[in-house]
C-alpha cells in the first residue's frame, strides 16, 4: 500500500497525537503498511486529559487503534503511563526522542526505563536546533541528570568492559541507524545490496586531536564539521555545499 515509485522517497504518515486525532480517524490507518510517527505522552497536560476522557495513556489509544507495532514510532514520551516501557518493547515499536525540543519547550526528559531495550532515535522536532549529533548526546546528558552518573546510554553488558566507546557506538547508532529504521529503512548501514548512503566528518579540527574518532564525532562535533554527504552512492554536499548531478562521484 501507498508505495512511491522512486527508491529514494519513502511514505509514512504522522497522525500528530490524540489530542489532535478524532479515535476513529486513527484506526483508518491500521492497514497502511509504511512509517507511522506520533507525539505520545509529551506533555502532562496531555496525559491527563486523555486519562479523563478515555481512562487510558496515550499510548494504549494508539495501541487500540491497531498502530503500536513496528512500524510505530512514539515521539517523545517524556510523560509515559508505567505499561508503557513493557508495551513498547512487546510491540516492537521504537521512540524518537527530541532532547533540544524537550528543553525548549519545558516538556521533560526521556525517563531512564524507556533507555534501555526499545529502539531508540533522535530528531529535531521543533527545530529549535537542527543537530542530530548534538540531539544524540543530550540523550546521555539528559541521562546522567537523571541518574546522578556517567556513561548511562552505554549497553549494560558493554557498559564497565569498553566505556565511552560502548557509549559512542550506542549514541552514534541513536542518530544514524536506528533513525533510518524509524523512516522505513532496513537499519543495517553498509554492506551488500544497502544503499550507500554516506557522511564523511572532519576530524581534522582541534577538538577531535587526541580524541577516539567516534567519540569526537559524538561528543565534540559541530554541523560544520561536517564536509561531504552521499546519497545512494552520489555525491550529494562537497566540502560544505550542496551539489546537484555529479555522476563521476559516485561511490562504488
Known amino acids: 500500500l501507498w508505495r512511491h515509485p522512486d527508491p529514494l522517497v519513502c511514505i509514512g504518515v504522522a497522525p500528530h497525537s490524540v489530542r489532535a486525532v478524532p479515535r476513529p480517524w486513527l484506526k483508518e490507518l491500521r492497514d497502511f503498511d509504511g512509517p507511522i510517527h506520533a507525539h505520545v505522552a509529551e506533555q ?47 510491540s516492537r515499536a521504537g521512540i524518537c526522542a527530541c532532547p533540544t525540543t524537550e528543553m525548549d519547550l519545558g516538556d521533560g526528559l526521556l525517563p531512564l526505563e524507556l533507555r534501555e531495550d526499545i529502539s531508540l532515535c533522535v530528531g529535531s522536532d521543533s527545530h529549535a536546533r537542527i543537530d542530530l ?33 560502548a557509549l559512542s557506538a550506542r549514541l552514534m547508532r541513536a542518530a544514524t541507524l536506528d533513525g533510518s529504521v524509524a523512516l522505513g529503512a532496513s537499519g543495517q548501514g553498509l554492506g551488500p545490496g544497502q544503499p550507500a548512503d554516506v557522511c564523511a566528518i572532519d576530524l581534522s579540527r582541534r577538538a577531535a586531536h587526541g580524541v577516539p574518532p567516534l567519540e569526537a564525532a559524538i561528543f565534540n562535533s559541530s554541523p560544520d564539521w561536517v564536509t561531504d554527504v552521499w546519497v545512494q552512492g552520489q555525491r550529494r554536499v562537497h566540502s560544505g555545499e550542496l551539489v546537484d548531478g555529479l555522476e563521476d562521484e559516485s561511490v562504488d
Not at 54 to 78: E, K, N, Y
Not at 133 to 158: D, F, K, Q, S, T
Request: proline share 6%; with cysteine.
Open 44 to 90: 502532562p497536560a496531555e496525559v491527563a486529559a486523555c486519562r479523563e476522557r478515555w481512562g487510558m495513556s496515550p499510548l494504549q489509544i494508539f495501541a487500540q487503534a491497531g498502530l503500536v507495532d513496528h512500524r510505530f514510532t512514539a515521539v517523545h514520551m517524556t510523560h509515559p503511563d508505567p505499561s508503557d516501557a513493557e508495551l513498547l518493547r512487546q
Open 133 to 165: 549529533l548534538a540531539e544524540a548526546r543530550a540523550l546521555e546528558w539528559h541521562a546522567r541528570a537523571l541518574a546522578g552518573h556517567r556513561n548511562v546510554m552505554a549497553p549494560n553488558a558493554e557498559r564497565h568492559r569498553l566505556g565511552r566507546a
